[in-house]
C-alpha cells in the first residue's frame, strides 16, 4: 500500500525533529567543550604560574584530564579542509 499524505507529513516531522535534536546536540557539545577548555587552560595556567612545587599528583590529574578531553574530540574527525579544484 503507498504511503498516504499522512504517512508523508509524519515522516517529514519526525525528520524535522531528529535535525532540531541533533542541532541541539551539537549547541551543548559545543558549550561543553569551550567549558573544558576553560577549565583545563585556567588549570594549566595555576600549575604554571605556581612559585611553589606542584606536587606530581596535580601535573598527572592535569595530563589525565587534557587526555580525556582528546579523546572526547577524537570521536568525531574534525571536518576534512574542502577541496579546492586546481586551475590549469
Known amino acids: 500500500m503507498p504511503a498516504t499524505k499522512a504517512d508523508i507529513e509524519r515522516i517529514l516531522m519526525n525528520q524535522a ?15 561543553a567543550n569551550t567549558e573544558l577548555q576553560a577549565k ?4 594549566t595556567d595555576a600549575i604554571n604560574n605556581n612559585t611553589g612545587d606542584v606536587p606530581q599528583e596535580v601535573v598527572d590529574a592535569a595530563n ?3 587526555v580525556a578531553v582528546q579523546g572526547v574530540d577524537d570521536i568525531v574527525p574534525d571536518a576534512a579542509p574542502p577541496i579546492v ?4
Request: proline share 8%; aromatic share 0%.
Open 17 to 31: 525533529e531528529l535535525a532540531q535534536t541533533l542541532k541541539d546536540l551539537t549547541a551543548q557539545l559545543q558549550k
Open 40 to 43: 583545563i587552560k585556567a588549570l
Open 64 to 66: 589525565a584530564l587534557k
Open 85 to 88: 579544484p586546481q586551475v590549469p
